[in-house]
């Protein structure tokens, strides 16, 4: 994202967020903190629930703007708002189950409008009807201010958090 006098970066440290920035109405650097802070633990409590398959508590703290896109772990065409039907949320809460989540902030960017969060969700659950595993999941999550509510505009994971080889990584690019 481009740095602008509005942004605010925060970072995963050792001790905790770091913070720094651009703005120098402290006004509105406190807002987009707080903005962070707050979509950073609405995240992690929704994605939690639904690795749960909780999809009625995901959708009381996650609204999706109308133009949301999903590029989902398994691979595939990506989803559109419109494409999310009733019929679709309740097949994503039966597809998941006794599942648990915990999030760990890679990098969060933000301004008055805008937040980027980039995760690794460490989940293990019964994925599609497979026994209980671990399903850590590389996440970006794009938040775009709409009035005074914060909704997803887009959600991207995959399920690379462990290093692969390039000849699996071209493997998987052709499809095998």
Not at 96 to 106: A, C, S, T
Request: proline content about 3%.
């Amino acid at each position: 994202m481009q740095s602008t006098r509005r942004g605010l970066v925060c970072s995963a440290g050792a001790a905790g967020l770091l913070v720094t920035t651009g703005s120098s109405r402290a006004e509105e650097g406190a807002a987009v903190e707080l903005a962070l802070a707050e979509l950073t633990r609405r995240s992690e409590e929704a994605n939690a629930a639904l690795l749960r398959g909780e999809v009625d508590a995901y959708r009381a703290l996650i609204t999706l703007t109308e133009d949301f896109t999903l590029m989902s772990p398994f691979g595939g065409k990506p989803s559109r708002g419109p494409d999310i039907t009733e019929e679709t949320w309740a097949s994503i809460g039966r597809f998941f189950r006794n599942g648990r989540l915990r999030q760990e902030l890679v990098q969060a960017y933000g301004s008055a409008d805008m937040v980027v969060l980039a995760v690794i969700e460490h989940g293990h659950g019964e994925v599609g009807g497979l026994p209980a595993q671990d399903w850590p999941l590389r996440v970006t999550l794009v938040y775009r201010r709409h009035g005074s509510e914060w909704r997803l505009a887009h959600r991207h994971a995959d399920p690379l958090a462990g290093q692969i080889t390039l000849a699996r990584a071209a493997a998987l690019a052709r499809g095998g």
